[in-house]
């Protein structure tokens, strides 16, 4: 089993900076390849930034340019940076781990309970 706790979350202001942390623990070693999603109400969930193995990303097109996914394996987490915050980046956001890359697909077998986002005009 693998345990994923996001933090980070929390209100800001358009144009604004955010950085989410998702930690990971359990049987986390042969987690090669994680991620993070986001659920706005009424609209399903979405892939934002995804990593694997070999560093390989698969990012969604409205976050290029404004949104960085890292990863510290020494502390087993995993970050998402997001500067320039738009309202429309309103939502949950999830962090999802997984031994096959899914890309943005949501197929991730392992979820966090998701950290609020909430970006004001």
């Known amino acids: 089993q693998v345990q994923l706790v996001e933090s980070g979350g929390g209100s800001v202001q358009s144009g604004g900076s955010l950085r989410l942390s998702c930690a990971a623990s359990g049987d986390i070693y042969s987690m090669s390849d994680m991620g993070w999603f986001r659920q706005a109400p009424g609209k399903e969930r979405e892939g934002v930034e995804t990593i694997d193995s070999i560093g390989s990303r698969g990012y969604a097109g409205s976050v290029k340019g404004r949104f960085t996914n890292s990863q510290d394996k020494a502390k087993n987490t995993l970050y998402l940076q997001m500067n320039s915050l738009k309202s429309e980046d309103t939502a949950m956001y999830y962090c999802?781990?997984?031994?096959?890359?899914?890309?943005?697909?949501?197929?991730?077998?392992?979820w966090g309970q998701g950290t609020q986002v909430t970006v004001s005009s």
């Open positions: 999802a781990a997984d031994r096959i890359w899914w890309w943005l697909s949501a197929n991730y077998t392992y």
